[in-house]
């Protein structure tokens, strides 16, 4: 019977701990667009979705146009949603640069590495200015609210980095000529 008590409580336990620990995982990445889905109000202007009727359909109808596009389109890059809105495209080094989805590199404030170790793409950031004159671009995370500070950086420095340079290969030494006594 005590074994059997054990075996319940282990259980409840587990229970717990999965759901807190998804819990957690939902208060992180909070919505959809953690995933990189879009939703048409962000999507469409207003003009646009009265233009074409989306602004008619009901809460339901449009999740539903929304999951059918996500599963079957994807954006293009020079779209007008991308110029409209920049998204995070890749973390490298735990944080320590940061890609964006229009090509632009910032290398991250050491400070404040912590926050941006954590973002996982893609999802929506705006840029701003900093009052930090080394790092004068503040990046915020707009599924969160956190913000970072960093610098621009050529593409081509980040490309430098990962090429490990080659020794020069050693040139084979010319032997001396034996020379000729007369």
């Known amino acids: 019977m005590n074994g ?4 319940k409580n282990k259980r409840s336990l587990l229970i717990t701990l999965l759901t807190t620990a998804l819990l957690v995982l939902f208060l ?6 953690t995933f990189g889905e879009l ?5 469409m202007t207003p003009e646009e979705q009265k233009k074409t009727g989306v602004n008619s359909l009901n809460a339901t109808q449009k999740k539903a146009l929304e999951s059918w596009l996500d599963d079957h389109f994807q954006l293009k890059e020079g779209s007008k949603i991308h110029e409209r809105q920049l998204m995070l495209s890749l973390n490298i080094e735990n944080g320590a640069k940061l890609e964006l989805t229009d090509g632009s590199l910032y290398e991250i404030d050491p400070d404040d590495r912590i926050y941006s170790a954590l973002w996982i793409t893609p999802f929506k950031i705006s840029l701003s200015e900093s009052d930090d004159a080394e790092y004068p671009v503040r990046i915020t995370n707009l599924q969160t609210g956190t913000s970072v500070n960093g610098k621009p950086i050529p593409k081509e420095k980040i490309l430098e980095e990962k090429q490990p340079t080659k020794p020069e290969p050693e040139k084979p030494q010319k032997k001396p000529k034996p020379t000729k006594d007369k």
């Open 4 to 7: 059997n008590w054990d075996m």
């Open 39 to 43: 939703s048409l109000h962000e999507m």
């Open 28 to 33: 992180i990445f909070p919505t959809q667009q």
